[in-house]
């Protein structure tokens, strides 16, 4: 799995797969972007949360918020990633 590092949100060795322009615009958005690149991408990330792509997409470029259980569930992800560090 992707090496975490810190509370930064910043993947060591890590291409940024994520389409996200806009993921410094919002928390929602910067949390979606950083579990896209921890899962691999935005086709991942959408499997991983049982969302179509094009729905990961408009979130990720800022269009709506997802739902809190979606938010929730990156921030899991993501914190597990970290724990494991």
């Known amino acids: 799995m992707t ?4 509370v930064t949100g910043h993947y060591r060795g890590v291409h940024d797969l994520c389409p996200s322009t806009a993921k410094n615009s919002h928390i929602y958005v910067r949390l979606l972007h ?3 690149i921890a899962l691999g991408g935005e086709h991942k990330l959408a499997e991983y949360l049982g969302v179509d792509v094009a729905t990961v997409e408009a979130w990720l470029q800022g269009r709506g918020h997802p739902p809190d259980d979606v938010f929730l569930r990156c921030h899991d992800l993501l914190h597990r990633l970290r724990s494991q560090d």
């Open 34 to 36: 950083d579990a896209c």
């Open 3 to 6: 090496s975490v590092r810190g």
